[in-house]
């Protein structure tokens, strides 16, 4: 069975630093483009960052700089440092995969109906 689980959201104060980690099982992670979207209230999901199996990443123009990109094939794990946070950063963030696909780095994130298989989310909230 394909899952990804994400965990390490919590309600933090801006200025403070999270990583959100993305467990993946069942489908070759090593050959899968990885995604992180995040939603808040009343908002459209948006793409925030995604990495290629080679390890290429991109970001929005909204977290770049700020958000970082990692992976531990030896667990099949991406992970995404958050730091510094603000307030609008303040979202469910879901975890996403697309087996083998490979997306160029000044495309863009792949959009999130292209996308196969989704965590449940974990949310953040940054309290100014």
């Known amino acids: 069975q394909v899952q990804l689980v994400e965990s390490g959201g919590d309600s933090v104060q801006a200025g403070t630093s999270l990583r959100l980690s993305c467990e993946t099982s069942?489908?070759?992670?090593?050959?899968?483009?990885i995604g992180w979207f995040r939603q808040a209230p009343g908002k459209e999901r948006e793409g925030v960052a995604a990495?290629?199996?080679?390890?290429?990443?991109t970001y929005a123009a909204s977290v770049l700089g700020r958000f970082t990109l990692s992976r531990d094939s030896a667990r099949n794990s991406v992970y995404l440092q958050m730091n510094p946070l603000t307030p609008e950063d303040s979202a469910i963030y879901y975890c996403?995969?697309?087996?083998?696909?490979?997306?160029?780095?000044?495309?863009?994130?792949?959009?999130?109906?292209?996308?196969?298989?989704w965590g449940q989310g974990t949310r953040v909230t940054v309290s100014s």
């Open positions: 069942g489908f070759a992670f090593k050959l899968a483009y």
């Open positions: 996403s995969a697309r087996p083998l696909h490979w997306r160029g780095v000044g495309a863009g994130i792949l959009p999130a109906s292209d996308f196969e298989y």
């Open positions: 990495m290629n199996a080679d390890d290429t990443s």
